[in-house]
């Protein structure tokens, strides 16, 4: 890549709370590239313009987050397979022809987490039960299929948002409703919470993991706590356990890479300083 000044940033409102400048200043910082990466807060009356004219705010790329995801999407020239099936982006940059394209990271975060602290995880994938049906649960079940889990089970208070992810998603997906989770557990090689429970300040996940064999996996994409009810009942029944520190972390690398040419790395110097940042005790 030449050294010409390359800028990107996070967008979304709110964007004070972001840990995403954190995570690229550490990467620009670590490789030594000259360019930027900042906090740019786009109210939602703006939203439209600025996404379907991003040429215009004199950035290379960004990164985007909540509430805009979608709106980012609906103005791309081009999607990858991921934001075309999640009709979201969470990564935006611009081409040669200055045409806008947008990916959807999120389930490579996923992905790139469990391949990092697990190795092999996706070895044995017959049967995942992913808690919760909202942006996240749709990254993660977009994630699973990916690595070709034969049946991903979608279990959520509210029915019809699960169902909602299996209409897109279609064969290989199941929705249900939280009284049939004992039954799924007694079959499942992999569990994720994608909901907001066992979060600082949120309702906790009482979730009774009896069922599930010894063998599954369990995964939380909270990150704070690090270690949250759910994986510390798991540790204690002796599941393997990867927390979802690393989901945000990842999810960060193929943006980095587009924008500022270098493929970085999640080490163990930057889930240190991220877990500083959010006063996260490991
Ligand atoms: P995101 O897009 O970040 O994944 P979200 O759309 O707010 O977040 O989704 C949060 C998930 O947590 C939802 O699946 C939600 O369930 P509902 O669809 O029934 O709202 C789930 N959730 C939040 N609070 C919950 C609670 N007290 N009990 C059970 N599920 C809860």
């Not at 670590?30 to 705010?57: C, L, T, W």
């Not at 939380?220 to 270690?227: K, T």
Request: contains cysteine; aromatic residues 6%; hydrophobic residues 40%.
């Amino acid at each position: 890549m030449s050294d010409t000044f390359r800028k990107a940033a996070i967008t979304g409102h709110p964007v004070a709370h972001s840990r995403s400048p954190l995570v690229h200043g550490y990467w620009l910082k670590k490789h030594n590239i000259s360019g930027s990466y900042d906090r740019i807060d786009v109210s939602p009356e703006k939203a439209e313009d600025f996404y379907r004219n991003f040429q215009r705010s004199g950035l290379d790329g960004a990164n985007v987050t909540v509430p805009h995801k979608e709106i980012a999407a609906a103005a791309c020239d081009r999607l990858d397979d991921a934001a075309k099936a999640m009709g979201a982006v969470n990564t935006l940059w611009l081409d040669e022809t200055g045409r806008l394209c947008g990916a959807n990271t999120d389930g490579l975060g996923f992905l790139g987490n469990l391949d990092q602290l697990a190795p092999g995880w996706d070895v044995s994938r017959e049967s995942a039960v992913v808690l919760g049906a909202g942006g996240a649960a749709r990254a993660v079940v977009w994630a699973l299929l990916s690595r070709k889990f034969t049946i991903v089970h979608i279990v959520n208070r509210t029915y019809e948002k699960a169902k909602a992810i299996t209409d897109a998603f279609g064969s290989g997906t199941v929705a249900h409703g939280w009284d049939k989770l004992g039954t799924l557990l007694g079959k499942a090689d992999l569990l994720v919470n994608t909901t907001a429970l066992g979060m600082t300040g949120k309702a906790p996940l009482e979730i009774d993991l009896a069922p599930l064999p010894e063998t599954a996996l369990v995964t939380d994409i909270v990150y704070a706590p690090l270690e949250t009810d759910l994986l510390r009942q798991a540790k204690r029944r002796g599941h393997q356990t990867v927390d979802g520190l690393g989901m945000l972390l990842h999810q960060a690398v193929p943006g980095f890479e587009r924008w500022f040419g270098v493929r970085p790395e999640v080490d163990e110097t930057l889930r240190r300083l991220v877990l500083e940042d959010l006063g996260v005790v490991a």
